[in-house]
């Protein structure tokens, strides 16, 4: 049994107006034991059709006014919008039936939206429905199954909802989920870093330091002598560089022992040494590499040795000419040559950059490339080196993948956190793309918090090429990742600065205060799902309350979602001036 407030009066498309009895005029009605909510903007009422229930949301209302019996009346009128049906007890989404003129409408029993929105109860809650206080369960196999965009101005509780979700997952299902699935955070601004999300049997963190390696990524030598994996981290150019690369790696790969790379750096030496028009730029390229390999010897005798730009050719003052036939060259310099050994504990970061001097050399020697065209990429290795080698490290021993792995980029600087985000992307999609079966039984979930730090189109301090580069990898995980197993969670604070093409692929939308324009023009544009009410909301939202929409929902929501116990929440709280400035 339930309270009848009114009737229809008109019906324009799915617009239903409907006169409001005077005497349904309240906040709250109990009836027969049970809670009712009144009339009111966003509250619920179902118009009975036959044996189906028709269920609308209040979208205005407003009074008539009529002259009866020598006297104004006022009749009030409400504005609703049909959200779908009860029929043989289930409830359906969508308008499939309209209701008529004198239909009845009755106040829709408070427990009914259990059936509406999904579960009361504890399996997967995080919040209540902002208005009605229900508590909802969220659909966690239809959302986990999707790419999930998290937006929000600062301070609107965007990082609370994000820990919420996932630690309401992990409390529920890690034991489940180790060994099947992986969830890595990509965590700028180290939030995640002391004790959130899950325990430490569970999860492992990095935390990397681009001034101090305090912690170092792994990646497999196998995976790092890849020509994309090179390409990424020292943001090779796609025509000339790559190939460049692609050339050092077969080489790599096909003579892979510390003898044949010691007898390439002799030859390289004899080669510089013994060309009939030595380039110019030779003798630098050499002097780098022995640098790198740290031969005291060598370094006293280059300094001795110049170039000669009139007859081309490198000598030794005052007039002692290095020629083709190598006869100076075995006098002068072979004896230190024949005696380099590989410096104990060279890096695959240094040995990377020995080889990209050593074929430079020789594709100069045999004018394959032009040097102005590589230089570039020299000079960006060079300089990324330092920091490279202080967040990875490369080797074959096997690393313990836990169900979570936490990457944070708080003490990187800004290179290593454009170049390191699209480099695990790579090292986590790339071999998962391969090896999943299908249908897929294996799923990787990346997080991005702060996600306009590499997917924005706004930036200016790289290339085009690089930044469509970075995008178009991200772009097409979030295209084709569903078909393999690969989720992506962006969270952002400018969804307007994040690639359109990737905000348009997400599925479903967790949206906090927004004021911006930009922001809302895009919001607006991008959610189908999502209703004019809802929409009208966003920006108004108190801390904490957000809009829910997107494939997993039946409805749009507004959800207030429940702050997280102080152990949990993650470290981005306002700093407390009152207790700081005491």
């Known amino acids: 049994m339930t309270i009848l407030v009114g009737e229809v009066i008109a019906v324009k498309g799915v617009k239903v107006s409907v006169k409001v009895f005077e005497e349904s005029n309240k906040d709250t009605l109990f009836y027969d034991g049970t809670k009712y909510k009144g009339v009111s903007i966003r509250e619920y009422v179902q118009i009975e059709r036959g044996f189906k229930k028709i269920i609308c949301v209040v979208e205005g209302e407003y009074l008539d006014e009529k002259w009866i019996d020598d006297e104004f009346q006022y009749i009030r009128t409400v504005d609703l919008k049909p959200i779908g049906y009860f029929e043989s007890g289930r409830f359906f989404e969508g308008i499939k039936h309209l209701p008529l003129i004198k239909d009845p409408v009755f106040l829709l029993e408070e427990d009914r939206l259990a059936d509406i929105y999904g579960k009361s109860g504890s399996d997967f809650v995080i919040g209540s429905l902002l208005k009605e206080d229900f508590p909802v369960s969220l659909p966690w196999h239809k959302l986990f199954n999707s790419h999930i965009g998290i937006f929000g101005n600062t301070g609107s509780g965007k990082s609370n909802t994000l820990t919420s979700l996932y630690t309401t997952l992990f409390d529920k299902k890690i034991e489940k989920i180790n060994g099947k699935s992986q969830f890595i955070i990509i965590d700028f601004n180290g939030e995640y870093t002391n004790g959130q999300l899950t325990t430490d049997q569970y999860k492992n963190v990095y935390n990397l330091n681009s001034r101090n390696a305090e912690q170092k990524f792994p990646l497999a030598k196998s995976e790092f002598w890849d020509t994309d994996t090179l390409s990424v981290l020292f943001q090779a150019t796609q025509n000339t560089q790559k190939p460049f690369i692609n050339r050092i790696v077969k080489g790599k790969l096909k003579f892979d022992t510390e003898a044949n790379f010691l007898s390439y750096i002799k030859k390289t030496y004899e080669k510089v040494f013994t060309a009939a028009a030595p380039h110019p730029e030779l003798l630098d390229l050499i002097r780098e590499i022995t640098n790198t390999l740290d031969n005291a010897a060598i370094k006293e005798r280059l300094k001795t040795i110049s170039s000669n730009g009139t007859t081309k050719g ?269």
């Open 314 to 582: 490198f000598y030794v003052a005052p007039n002692s000419y290095f020629r083709a036939d190598g006869a100076y060259y075995r006098n002068i310099l072979k004896d230190d040559v024949d005696a380099i050994t590989i410096p104990q504990g060279l890096s695959d970061l240094d040995q990377f950059s020995i080889r990209c001097h050593i074929q430079l050399i020789r594709d100069l020697i045999s004018g394959y490339v032009q040097f102005d065209f590589i230089q570039p990429l020299l000079k960006r290795i060079d300089s990324s080196l330092s920091n490279l080698s202080k967040v990875i490290q490369v080797n074959d021993a096997p690393v313990a993948n836990k169900a979570v792995t936490i990457i944070s980029l708080r003490k990187c600087n800004q290179d290593i956190k454009k170049v390191l985000p699209l480099l695990i992307a790579k090292h986590y999609y790339n071999p998962h793309k391969v090896a999943v079966a299908n249908p897929p039984d294996k799923t990787i979930h990346l997080i991005i918090d702060e996600a306009h730090n590499i997917l924005s189109q706004q930036s200016t301090r790289e290339s085009e090429s690089w930044k469509d580069y970075r995008l178009e990898t991200f772009e097409e995980i979030i295209k084709e990742g569903r078909k393999f197993g690969m989720y992506l969670t962006l969270s952002s604070q400018r969804p307007a600065d994040i690639s359109p093409t990737i905000v348009s692929q997400i599925h479903n939308f967790f949206i906090h205060r927004l004021v911006n324009d930009r922001d809302l023009f895009l919001i607006d544009n991008t959610i189908s799902t999502l209703d004019n009410m809802s929409r009208g909301m966003i920006p108004n939202l108190s801390r904490g309350s957000c809009v829910i929409t997107g494939t997993a929902f039946d409805l749009p929501m507004v959800l207030q979602v429940k702050e997280l116990e102080k152990e949990k929440q993650p470290d981005s709280e306002d700093v407390d001036l009152e207790a700081l400035w005491v």
